[in-house]
């Protein structure tokens, strides 16, 4: 019996020995120390033996089955160590490796001239308004001194939404809003996005106009000049030079545009020696539409012409844009291109 057990413990030794993983060394446990286990039926059978054996035996079982059961404890806790060895090794974070960054979102170049534009007259002390982008034709048109049928209509390639209402063609109809519901002195500016049905490199169907006005009694074509040259400096730098132009809108009278002296040449009409192309050689670009309410507006609104007077003006915020960062297709500005974006 002895020599029969002591053949069993080593035959178990050797066959741990052979294990490779933890669900052989089950298996082995199973085989040998299970509830139908060889050691367990040798066990069963220390009943039979003689009483002076069976303290003995039972020693020697207790004994073989202890020895087992370490050596699978300690096999398994070596395997359990290695692994998490080789598991600390292969999975080691470098916490030396800098961050990977988010993207960062900025504000849009559009966006920043708008602001930078509102700021100067805001500090000028005009008020900021805002109107509807579906307007009717009496506010966006008629009020304006732009009747059915006059051919200035045709400047401004219209979005209809119904028979009397339109996408506001510019910010102008904001001025007589403001009119009607204000008594003079009144001084605002109106900035936000026109729509006209009209698309190429500097044509968008959708761009931004700030629109402005002063009247008070004694307003002269003088204010205007003083006003809009020192926005002009302001925006573009206290070297810039201003030109007045005479021109025509119905809603103003006289009416001006305004240039100022072209900001990649300087006025000189040419850049190392060949003929400036943002200006086309002329040293002046347009920047502004202005002039002096015209008294029909006036009349539309329930003010006295022989009272009151006052100047109007209109900006092209891409226009200004495109100028100040030197872009050359005003749809840049709106096809959300990172690479475009992320210069400014
Ligand atoms: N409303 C004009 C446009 O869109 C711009 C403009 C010109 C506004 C002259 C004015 C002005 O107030 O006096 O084209």
Redesign the pocket.
Known sequence: MKATLEALGLEIEQTLGGCTSEEELEQVRVTFLGRKGRLTEVMRGVGALPPAERPIIGELVNAIKRRVDERIESLRTEWQSAARAHALATERIDVTLPGRRSLQGHQHPLTTTLEEVTAIFVGLGFAVHDGPHIEDERHNFEALNIPADHPARDMHDTFFVDRRHVLR????PV?IRVMEQTEPPVAAIAPGA?YRHDDDVTHSPMFH?I???LVDRGVTFADLKGVLGLFVQRMFGPETRVRFRPSF?P??EP?AEIDISCVICGGDRFVDGQPCRVCKSTGWLEIL???MIHPAVFAAVGYDPEKFSGF???VGIERVAMLKYGINDIRLFFQNDLRFLRQF
């Open positions: 063609t510019h910010t102008s001025q026109v106009q629109e402005g006005f809108f809603f103003t009416s539409g202005s002039g109007a003006f209109g």
